[in-house]
Each structure stands twice: as structure tokens, then as C-alpha cells.
């Protein structure tokens, strides 16, 4: 693949195991550009809080508390990741107890304003995809590329119990689901930042879609945008 320049940001947005991730990946791989875990950002506060024990008080000054969390998170080699207190925090983040209050989480305003922040410092050059819930719509509005992933209810089911399986978690389906469908109403109805798809995004059902055709239509979008904006045919994008 060749790398677009000059280097663009692509906005992912959709629910919870839609592939996005992999998708955001896979388009990193083939662009050469950086990806930014938007969600994993709000898991790590998640995990932060249930380790403090505190309570989400949306009238708690959560962006001045948020600035003296050590938290680091940055791209290295183009993977994204974050650290707490100097450990990587990977794992810890992705447990079914981090999943079943991060969109709490993620639905409290300060929490957002100072994520958004983030997400904004870390994008700002471009060369970047970054996947989340608002991303077309709050962070980076003005995204050249937006997407908007969605996939059949028991697709994404059958997703994320076989990713949990995979990591051993214990988790059985009705527990997985449930986390799901609760997630998404709360994703989609919070007053701040609601989950919804930027008016030009492009609308992408995984349900039947493999990567490699997922790659391809997104990739193919890519190269209207070189076409469209006159840039050289040295810039362009080979789709597979």
C-alpha cells in the first residue's frame, strides 16, 4: 500500500463490536497512519474509577481531576497505548466488569471535555484513524473521512463472546448481550456527545463483510477523496 499525503484523519464511529477496531487497524496497516483507541481512553478512566472507588458525580471537577491521573497514552510504531502508573494496562481495560460501566462512564460530561481534549492533541497532525462513538461528530468534525460501522445484533454477540473466550474471560452469552443492548442505549441517548452518524459519513454493515471487503470499500472512498481533491496520481491509494 501506499501511504496518502498529504496525511488525512479518518473518523470511525458505530456501537460496541462492530469490527471497528479491526477495521481501524487494518486501514492503519494499509495507509501507514497512526490508530487512536478513542474507547480504550474511556475504559482506562473506568478502570481508574473502579480501582478509586469513587462515585461519578457529574458535578465533580473531573477535568481538573483527570489532569493528575498518570495516565499516558501515545502511538508507538502506529499502536496505540495506554499506561497507568507505568503498567500497561491493556488487559485490565477490556474485562466484562470495565465493559459494563464505561458507558457510564463515558456519559458524564467532564470526563468527556477532557477526553475529547486528548483524543484532539493526538490526532491534530493527521495520518491518523480513530474509531469511538463521536468522533465524526465532536472530535474531529471536520474528519476528511467519517465512517459510521454497524452489523446485525447477533453478529456482534457472537463477536465479542468469542473475543472474551478467546482472552479467557468467563462470560456467558446472555451476559454479553445484555452488556451490549444496555451500552447502546445509553451510548445513543446521553445528553452529551450522543452516539450518531455525521451526516456525511459513509454507512458500512460488517454483518457479512469480511475484512478484506471492508478494506476495500473503505480504501476505495480513500482514493475518491485523492481524486476528488486533485491530488497526484503519486498520492493515490492501491485497493486490493
Not at 493527521?126 to 465512517?147: M, N, Q, S, Y
Not at 457472537?158 to 462470560?171: D, S
Not at 476505495?220 to 497526484?232: F, H, I
Request: aromatic share 6%; hydrophobic share 45%.
Amino acid at each position: 500500500m501506499h501511504s496518502l499525503s498529504p496525511k488525512i484523519t479518518i473518523a470511525l464511529d458505530g456501537y460496541a463490536a462492530c469490527g471497528k477496531s479491526t477495521l481501524a487497524r487494518d486501514l492503519c496497516a494499509a495507509l501507514e497512519y497512526s490508530f487512536i483507541d478513542t474507547g480504550a481512553m474511556y475504559r482506562a478512566v473506568t478502570y481508574w474509577i473502579l480501582r478509586q472507588g469513587i462515585s461519578l458525580d457529574p458535578n465533580r471537577p473531573w477535568i481538573q481531576i483527570l489532569k493528575d491521573v498518570p495516565f499516558v497514552w501515545h502511538v508507538a510504531d502506529g499502536i496505540f497505548r495506554i499506561t497507568y502508573n507505568g503498567l500497561d494496562i491493556e488487559t485490565e481495560i477490556r474485562s466484562m466488569e470495565v465493559s459494563s460501566r464505561v458507558s457510564d462512564v463515558a456519559a458524564v460530561s467532564g470526563i468527556r471535555a477532557f477526553l475529547v481534549r486528548q483524543q484532539q492533541l493526538l490526532g491534530r497532525e493527521g495520518g491518523v484513524v480513530l474509531d469511538g462513538r463521536d468522533i465524526g461528530t465532536v472530535v474531529f468534525p471536520d474528519a476528511e473521512l467519517k465512517l459510521f460501522v454497524t452489523a446485525d445484533t447477533e453478529i456482534r454477540v457472537n463477536r465479542r463472546l468469542a473475543e472474551l473466550i478467546a482472552k479467557g474471560t468467563p462470560v456467558t452469552r446472555a451476559d454479553v448481550k445484555a452488556n451490549l443492548d444496555e451500552r447502546d442505549l445509553i451510548d445513543s441517548t446521553r445528553q452529551d456527545s450522543p452516539l450518531q452518524a455525521a451526516p456525511d459519513a459513509l454507512w458500512l454493515d460488517t454483518s457479512r463483510m469480511d475484512r478484506v471487503q471492508q478494506l476495500r470499500i473503505v480504501l476505495g472512498r480513500a482514493q475518491e477523496l485523492v481524486d476528488k481533491r486533485g491530488w497526484s496520481a503519486s498520492r493515490s491509494v492501491v485497493v486490493p
